[in-house]
């Protein structure tokens, strides 16, 4: 289940690479990393996409689709598009 959220965050100060590359990594009390169980949810600040993740190849595969989408060139500028 992915979806966007409602941001909070000004545009403005979005625009800068720590902010385009950074994530909030929630994992829940079933997260057991030795027995290979990753329970959670993921968020990227900038965009507010968000997705629940049960192993670690979906949190993986998640935040690698968002970075390859803010690398595009055309992404950070809306009148491009």
């Known amino acids: 289940m992915t ?3 409602c941001s909070d965050y000004c ?6 690479w720590q902010y385009k590359a950074a994530f909030v990594i929630q994992f829940r009390p079933e997260t057991d990393i030795e ?3 990753f329970e959670g949810k993921v968020e990227h600040v900038a965009s507010t996409k968000a997705t629940r993740f ?3 190849e979906q949190l993986i595969g998640f935040i690698d689709s968002v970075l390859t989408e ?12």
């Open 11 to 16: 545009r403005f100060v979005m625009e800068g």
């Open 35 to 37: 027995a290979g169980r």
């Open 54 to 56: 049960h192993w670690f």
């Open 70 to 81: 803010v690398r595009k060139p055309d992404h950070s500028n809306p009148q491009s598009q």
């Open 3 to 5: 979806y966007n959220g």
